[in-house]
């Protein structure tokens, strides 16, 4: 697949966002996936996998922190919150029940045969981007799929696109998807219930109208790139980090 220039990467994320802006889903229909996730009474179920993500610092938490509670403020109702302290930007999911079955003993043998592989990644990221930094734009926040809400980002320039696609790309040949990669912040779910054409133009009304007096960078390191085991969708827990492989050599 050729890899897309900066421009061209922009562009189609921008296109996607404003897709998902103007199609306003009704009627609303409950989205399977989220039915793995939590439950009716927006309890976090059991979801156990492994993902590679880049934990967001303080001040970018918080930033998007303030956008969470805006939105939870006219809308907390229909969404069930994520844990701020959990706030990262995922680069690249591998073995969950998505991708491998709604088993757990089989998803933890695919944990056990990729790991090594994503230490041997982790090893060159470390060797080749230490002390490199990716600042990212956010074009708004929106929700896809009738289940994730959250903050969408593009990068700012044509070197943070390359550092970013090639960690995208360096663990899409560990643990092929062969999905898009569209770099966001999850802030939460939607619950899991109809929403009414009212609730939903009420929803989008006011996703429009933060979207439009948003102006948000964020600046991730990727030293501070980690893979975790996950458990359910407040429970993320590391287990190793790039930049134990800068500081251990």
């Known amino acids: 697949m050729r890899k897309l220039t900066h421009p061209e990467f922009t562009e189609s994320l921008v296109e996607l966002f404003d897709r998902q802006m103007d199609e306003l889903p009704c009627p609303w229909v409950v989205s399977e996936k989220l039915l793995e996730k939590i439950t009716p009474s927006g309890e ?5 996998g492994a993902t590679t993500v880049i934990m967001l610092s303080r001040k970018d938490k918080e930033a998007c922190l303030a956008v969470r509670d805006r939105l939870f403020g006219e809308h907390g109702d229909l969404l069930v919150a994520l844990a701020p302290d959990t706030y990262h930007l995922t680069i690249h999911a591998l073995s969950n029940v998505y991708n491998v079955a709604n088993d757990n003993e089989l998803i933890k043998r695919s944990i056990q045969d990729t790991e090594p592989k994503v230490e041997a990644e982790f090893r060159r990221i470390a060797e080749r981007y230490q002390g490199r930094t990716i600042r990212m734009r956010a074009l708004g926040v929106s929700t896809g799929g009738k289940d994730i809400i959250g903050l ?42 109809d929403h009414s054409p009212e609730e939903v133009r009420g929803l989008y009304d006011t996703l429009r109208r933060i979207n439009r007096e948003l102006e948000l960078t964020i600046e991730l390191e990727v030293a501070e790139l980690v893979y975790q085991h996950h458990y359910h969708m407040n429970d993320f827990r590391d287990v190793f980090a790039v930049k134990e492989f800068i500081r251990n050599g």
């Open 152 to 193: 969408k980002f593009v990068p700012c320039s044509e070197d943070d696109s390359l550092l970013l696609t090639d960690l995208f790309e360096g663990m899409e040949g560990v643990y092929p998807l062969g999905e898009r990669y569209v770099p966001h912040v999850s802030l939460g779910y939607h619950q899991i219930r």
């Open 44 to 48: 976090m179920k059991p979801f156990y």
